[in-house]
């Protein structure tokens, strides 16, 4: 009898291409490359093709010089390739190479927000006659599960609000100048130098980074597409060392939040709230104590209450986690249906095509802080009082807090009232002659 020999052959079943090969390019090809005790369907992955930009950049990985291209849309429309792994950022050309794929039959995979936010409809709606997934667990929070969660495990619920610090960048400013009662200005010229904000910060510190994540968000969590322009947006950057320590003093951290809530206020259902501004949040509240560069998402369902996901929203490991899981869940879904396109599994799908209808700012009901600084003339606080009182501004608390140049510095807190009276108000009193500024205007989260 001769002797029976086992070849061990790497079954290669699926084939990748990635677009980009910077922070989380390379970061997804290590955990592509180092399958060892990870889940074993990694095996069976193959990077087949990388698009970069430049032949000649130095790289953190080295990998066959023969894998990489500067033809990206060699890769998208490449027979061999079965998944698109997008990861190199920007508008253009990855809205126009993950439309590509998505022609070609390639089920894609993107951390891409801001093409999510803005082409989210022309992209789903193609996907969907291709019969092919596009995925994108690493567009919000980095390696946070939170996309596949609103799908999948929380998808039985009536959402009523996703609440979220979805920004690090931001995070990371704010507790900087609360731990050392820093001003925003030099808090994020050492955060630049540091690394930990861009060159240009407008994305970041505009909130406009944040209110891609929350549209996305909002879209899963409440089952219709939102227009980008409907989200309402605020950055951090007139938050001052003394807001922070004004609202420390009332018992609250300032966070950028962003938030999605369903309006349950008579005549308002079936309207949703999205919005991204700097948030009064009490101390005791869950998200108050996410510090730095980390994310978190509270949700909040019918029948689960709440439920809160927290981690690391950027870097190379934690969004290539979350990339690199998308590419494990298709693969899952082909090797057991045995097909390569005809993507309609209803929980990994964008079934819904309607747009959700977003309420305007105005129309939000919150409680508000104000800060003025006026003459200290006696009546400046009743006259405050009166423009509150004319336009329904119900007033919690009204503290003078002290002089900045010879100007009082008076800190008002309201109770729930609607932003378009409060604004409303505000209008009268720059009008008051004895009102010299009113620096700071920030929404105060409920409990
Ligand atoms: N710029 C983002 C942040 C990371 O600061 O959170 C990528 O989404």
Do not use: W
């Amino acid at each position: 009898m001769g002797e029976v020999i086992i070849l061990r052959v790497k079954t290669v079943t699926f084939k990748l291409g990635l677009l980009g090969l910077g922070t989380v390019g390379t970061g997804t090809a290590q955990i592509l490359l180092d399958p060892a005790q990870r889940h074993p369907l990694l095996q069976e992955l193959e990077i087949h093709r990388v698009g970069v930009r430049s032949l000649d950049r130095p790289r953190a990985l080295e990998l066959s010089p023969s894998l990489l291209t500067t033809d990206l849309e060699a890769i998208v429309t490449d027979p061999a390739v079965e998944i698109v792994v997008e990861v190199m950022g920007g508008l253009e050309p990855a809205r126009s190479l993950i439309l590509q794929a998505i022609a070609h039959g390639k089920h894609v995979v993107t951390a891409n927000k801001a093409v999510i936010a803005r082409f989210g409809d022309e992209i789903f709606t193609a996907a969907n006659q291709a019969g092919v997934y596009v995925l994108l667990e690493a567009a919000v929070g980095g390696g946070i599960p939170i996309i596949q969660p609103l799908k999948q495990s929380l998808g039985v619920n009536r959402i009523q609000a996703v609440t979220g610090i979805v920004n690090g960048t931001t995070n990371y400013i704010l507790t900087r100048m609360q731990q050392e009662g820093a001003d925003f200005g030099e808090v994020l010229a050492e955060a630049q130098r540091l690394g930990y904000a861009e060159a240009d910060p407008t994305a970041d510190v505009d909130g406009l980074d944040a209110a891609d994540k929350i549209a996305i968000l909002a879209s899963l969590a409440f089952g219709g597409r939102i227009k980008l322009q409907d989200v309402y947006c605020e950055g951090i950057s007139r938050i001052t060392a003394a807001d922070i320590t004004y609202a420390d003093r009332l018992g609250f951290v300032i966070k950028l939040l962003a938030v999605a809530r369903r309006n349950d206020a008579p005549g308002t259902e079936d309207t949703l709230q999205i919005r991204v501004h700097p948030t009064l949040v009490p101390k005791e509240h869950p998200l108050a104590s996410i510090h730095d560069v980390f994310n978190a998402i509270l949700v909040e369902g019918d029948p689960i209450g709440q439920v809160m996901f927290f981690g690391r929203g950027a870097g190379a490991g934690p969004t290539a986690s979350a990339v690199v899981s998308d590419i494990l869940s298709i693969t899952a879904l082909l090797k057991s249906t045995g097909k390569t396109s005809g993507g309609a599994h209803p929980l990994l799908a964008c079934s819904h095509q309607h747009y959700c209808t977003v309420a305007p700012i105005e129309d939000l009901v919150t409680r508000f802080y104000a800060r003025f600084l006026t003459q200290d003339y006696p009546g400046v606080i009743g006259k405050l009082g009166t423009c509150f009182g004319d336009r329904d501004v119900s007033l919690e608390s009204v503290v003078q807090i002290g002089f900045q140049n010879d100007m009082a510095e008076i800190v008002v807190v309201t109770h729930d009232v609607r932003e378009g009276n409060f604004r409303s108000a505000l209008d009268a009193i720059r009008t008051l002659p004895t009102i010299k500024e009113i620096p700071s205007v920030l929404r105060v989260l409920q409990h």
